[in-house]
């Protein structure tokens, strides 16, 4: 499948669910991709791609940027708070704030650089014991320390057990963002992007799909 194909998708999926046209962003996910793949994307014109690692992402951008101008680049993976400096510094965004340590690292260097990218804050909405996010019972709470600490909250983001059905997870991220005043839904991958954007979501997440599978080393 194709970048195009991909993107008429969105739009088809957002007059399909009365959404807004132009109001789901597509992350292209480039992780662990090649680069004359990522190449061909950004040369296709798209401007907006995810990361899972630090060190990948601060090996590649620098250089595409540099060659094809501004990009937008999200860490949608785990982050580790020694590396919050090399992140804020090279992402527009963060998708993965997932427990206190890490937002109060956040909240020390917005201070001290006066800015901060968009965070999102990475709910574990299947309370899966393996897997990262706030659970849904701390939310709230969590929310509003980090709201204390004055970080600039955008929304939540989620990944969904695997082999359940998405829906009702998007559904309750949604609920809960709404609860909390928050505009931004990170949800949805290549398998059930469409769901997401019934749901609201405002970002999804797109990586194999548009770049084919991936070569782990």
Same mark, same amino acid.
């Given at each position: 499948m194709s970048l195009q194909e991909i993107t008429q998708r969105i739009r088809a999926a957002e007059a399909r669910f009365g959404r807004e046209p132009g109001s789901v962003?597509?992350? =292209? *996910?480039?992780? *662990?991709?090649? +680069?004359?793949? !990522?190449? =061909? !994307?950004? =040369?296709? $014109?798209?401007?907006?791609?995810? +990361?899972?690692? !630090?060190?990948? =992402?601060q090996a590649k951008w620098p250089g595409f940027r540099a060659e094809f101008g501004p990009v937008a680049v999200h860490m949608i993976g785990p982050l580790q708070t020694n590396k919050a400096k090399v992140a804020v510094e090279l992402f527009d965004a963060i998708h993965s704030v997932d427990r206190p340590s890490l937002a109060e690292k956040l909240a020390k260097l917005a201070q001290a650089r006066g800015a901060s990218p968009s965070l999102f804050v990475q709910v574990n909405t299947g309370s899966e014991p393996q897997k990262a996010g706030v659970l849904p019972g701390d939310l709230d709470g969590f929310i509003a320390s980090c709201r204390a600490m004055d970080l600039p909250l955008a929304g939540l983001m989620c990944i969904p057990p695997e082999g359940e059905d998405s829906a009702p997870h998007f559904a309750a991220l949604a609920r809960m963002a709404a609860a909390n $005043?928050?505009? /931004?839904? /990170? @949800? $949805? @991958?290549?398998g059930d992007f469409e769901s997401a954007i019934a749901a609201g979501a405002t970002h999804v997440r797109v990586g194999s799909a548009i770049f084919g599978a991936r070569a782990y080393a």
């Open positions: 962003q597509l992350i =292209a *996910v480039s992780k *662990v991709q090649p +680069e004359q793949r !990522v190449r =061909a !994307v950004l =040369a296709a $014109g798209h401007r907006l791609f995810g +990361e899972n690692y !630090v060190q990948e =992402a $005043g928050l505009t /931004s839904l /990170s @949800m $949805g @991958m290549s």
